[in-house]
């Protein structure tokens, strides 16, 4: 019930903002057919810091709306107030009841993904590369004239 009304609380605050209620049914990641925002779709778990035990998870209504907290203030098996988060992009069948989804908007021009590549290139000066081919092992030379299929000794 308190899931309920926290849930009804963030609708109300976010009444101008698309939900992205028709997005990611059936993938992880596309486009929102109602506002045309690029999403991506994870998962998210909480656990308690002292004995890693899931605990329920709601999103925050008041504060920053991204925030994940827990539904009960304590843990339920050894009482810590303290907890961390996980965050997933494919969600474990035993972490059902305990994972909240989130439908984040990913941007391509976010500046830690430039879309654009730098190659660099080391060019050794031409005295080195001599000096490396006259101190190697003397090359092996393979007659190749001779039809596939044929062995046998060259007679001079």
Same mark, same amino acid.
């Given at each position: 019930?308190?899931?309920?009304?926290?849930?009804?609380?963030?609708?109300? /605050?976010?009444?101008?903002k #698309?939900?992205? =209620?028709?997005a990611?049914?059936?993938?992880n990641?596309?486009?929102c057919?109602?506002c045309?925002?690029?999403?991506?779709?994870?998962?998210? &778990?909480?656990?308690c810091?002292?004995?890693?035990?899931?605990?329920?998870?709601?999103?925050a209504?008041?504060? /920053?709306?991204?925030?994940?907290?827990?539904?009960?203030?304590?843990?339920?098996? #050894?009482?810590?107030?303290?907890?961390?988060?996980?965050?997933?992009?494919?969600?474990?069948?035993?972490?059902?009841?305990y994972?909240?989804?989130?439908?984040?908007?990913?941007?391509?021009?976010?500046?830690?993904?430039?879309g654009?590549?730098? =190659?660099?290139?080391?060019?050794e000066?031409?005295? &080195?590369?001599?000096?490396?081919?006259?101190?190697s092992?003397p090359?092996?030379?393979?007659?190749?004239?001779?039809?596939?299929?044929?062995?046998? =000794?060259?007679s001079?």
């Open positions: 019930m308190k899931n309920f009304i926290m849930y009804l609380f963030s609708i109300i /605050n976010n009444s101008g #698309c939900r992205h =209620t028709n990611l049914r059936s993938a990641e596309g486009y057919p109602d045309g925002v690029y999403l991506k779709k994870y998962y998210y &778990v909480l656990r810091s002292c004995c890693n035990h899931k605990r329920e998870a709601a999103r209504v008041f504060g /920053n709306k991204n925030e994940i907290v827990p539904v009960s203030k304590y843990c339920p098996v #050894c009482g810590g107030a303290e907890f961390y988060v996980e965050k997933y992009e494919q969600l474990n069948l035993v972490d059902i009841s994972a909240i989804e989130v439908k984040e908007e990913f941007s391509f021009e976010n500046p830690d993904f430039s654009e590549s730098t =190659t660099t290139v080391w060019v000066k031409e005295e &080195v590369i001599e000096e490396n081919i006259k101190d092992a090359l092996l030379l393979i007659n190749y004239n001779k039809p596939a299929g044929m062995l046998g =000794t060259m001079a």
